[in-house]
């Protein structure tokens, strides 16, 4: 089992930036390929970003490409996400998952474990 709490969420105007973390806890962090999923009101839930367990190897979603970055620090169990140049349609709440493949993996049902979320809203 790992348990994931994610935290930096918040209001931002169009533009601003915001960088998420979600920190890890229970079984070792680094056994763990990590990402970054978002769903705003009446859409499904789609990928943002993805890091492989090493950190050397990441992904995007295609909305995001140029102005989201993900990085992990295995020495303190937390992922994070660093989001520049924000739009309205950002606007959704973000999570943090953890799965067990050894790749940057971009499909949900590799992520065993997610966390609660957390709310970005960017006003125009």
């Known amino acids: 089992q790992v348990q994931l709490v994610e935290s930096g969420g918040g209001l931002v105007q169009a533009g601003g930036s915001l960088r998420l973390s979600c920190a890890a806890s229970?079984?070792?962090?680094?056994?763990?390929?990590m990402g970054w999923f978002r769903q705003a009101p009446g859409k499904e839930r789609e990928f943002v970003a993805t890091?492989?367990?090493?950190?050397?190897?990441?992904r995007y979603g295609d909305s995001v490409k140029g102005r989201f970055t993900i990085s992990r620090d295995n020495a303190v169990n937390t992922v994070y996400l660093q989001m520049n140049s924000l739009k309205p349609e950002d606007t959704a709440v973000y999570y943090c998952?953890?799965?067990?493949?050894?790749?940057?993996?971009?499909?949900?049902?590799?992520?065993?474990?997610w966390g609660q979320g957390t709310q970005v809203t960017v006003s125009s």
């Open positions: 998952a953890a799965g067990t493949t050894t790749w940057a993996t971009t499909t949900q049902t590799n992520f065993g474990f």
């Open positions: 229970g079984r070792t962090f680094s056994g763990f390929a």
């Open positions: 890091i492989s367990r090493s950190g050397v190897s990441t």
